[in-house]
Structure formats: structure tokens, C-alpha cells
């Protein structure tokens, strides 16, 4: 522990790291707090939907098989809900309104997740580590969509002690 007191930021961003430990992907493993108003809303991690095989013991094809899909594509046959995701899914089936809010998550969110917090009225995002679409043309697009968020999206500066088991891409599939 430092002296320093933690700062909201540093505050939503360490409970989200905290989310991310029950993450059962077998890609990265992220966390996601949504804040409305200086109350936690919503959090989520990312795996697989509710009631099917976790990712972590083979349940998705996708991330099992890293030769055929590479890192970062081919999420739309990926059954892994990401972190956002499964926060704002989970805003919405306990009927908690998330526009004006700030998403927290570990992992900057990728084109789907942003589309979905853009469209929801989410204000801004706030990201521990950074990420990129793998392909150069595509980077334009992306950083336009996060651009669209009123409040931008920031990164937030703090030290991770998981980060190498977080964002490890490619973790060993389990034998079938
Ligand atoms: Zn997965
Ligand atoms: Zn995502």
C-alpha cells in the first residue's frame, strides 16, 4: 500500500481487476465496472455465456483453436461475452439505466464492445491496458468510433500485479 490516496479512478480501475479474476476465457482476461454517478451499477468479466462450458475447460471453439482464429478477430464465433459486455447485458436485466455512465475496464475495448457502449449512451471509457485491432487499415475506424464517446476515453495509470496472466493472448487449450 502506498501513502498516497487512491483517486476514484485508481479506486473503479482496482475493482475491476478484481471482476477480471473470475474471467474464464482462455485469451485475455479483462474486468469492467460501470459507474453512474459515483455508484458501481454493473461489472462483468469475460467467458462464457451462463450454464455452457467455460472457455477455460474447452467450451469455445474460437478461442480453442488459436491456429484457425487469430488473437483480436473472428469474434463473431466467439461465444466468450466480453467483460463490457456482460456489464452492460447486466445493467439491462436488472433494469439499471447506464446512460451517462463510465465504463471501467482493464482491457481497452475493442470495436464491438465500443459500438454497444456508444449506442447506449455511455459517456466515456477509461482502460488500464491499451489495445489495437491487429489489422493497420482498420485502426482509423476504431479510434473514430471511440472518438464518438462524449467523454472520450482515457487511459488510467496504475500498476498491475497480473498483468502477465491477464493479457496473456493464447493460453494452452485444454485436451478436448
Ligand atoms: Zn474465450
Ligand atoms: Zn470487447
Not at 478477430?73 to 445493467?91: K, T
Not at 482491457?107 to 491499451?130: E, G, W
Request: with cysteine.
Amino acid at each position: 500500500m502506498t501513502d498516497k490516496p487512491m483517486n476514484w479512478d485508481e479506486y473503479y480501475m482496482t475493482i475491476a481487476m478484481a471482476v477480471r479474476k473470475k474471467a474464464n476465457c482462455l485469451g485475455r482476461k479483462v474486468g469492467a465496472v460501470i459507474v453512474r454517478e459515483n455508484r458501481i451499477i454493473s461489472t462483468g468479466y469475460n467467458g462464457t455465456p451462463e450454464g455452457m462450458t467455460n472457455c477455460s475447460d474447452g467450451g469455445c471453439v474460437r478461442c480453442r483453436d488459436r491456429d484457425t482464429y487469430k488473437a483480436s478477430v473472428g469474434y463473431d464465433v466467439c461465444i466468450c461475452v466480453h467483460a463490457e459486455q456482460n456489464a452492460l447485458i447486466a445493467a439491462a436485466r436488472f433494469g439499471n439505466a447506464v446512460e451517462d455512465a463510465v465504463v471501467y475496464s482493464t482491457l481497452r475495448p475493442c470495436f464491438d464492445c465500443t459500438k454497444a457502449m456508444l449506442q447506449a449512451r455511455v459517456t466515456s471509457i477509461r482502460y488500464l491496458h491499451n489495445w489495437q485491432h491487429p489489422i493497420g487499415e482498420l485502426r482509423e475506424q476504431y479510434e473514430l468510433l471511440q472518438n464518438s464517446l462524449r467523454g472520450g476515453v482515457h487511459p488510467v495509470e496504475l500498476f498491475d500485479p497480473d498483468a502477465d496472466w491477464a493479457n496473456a493472448k493464447v493460453n494452452p487449450a485444454p485436451d478436448p
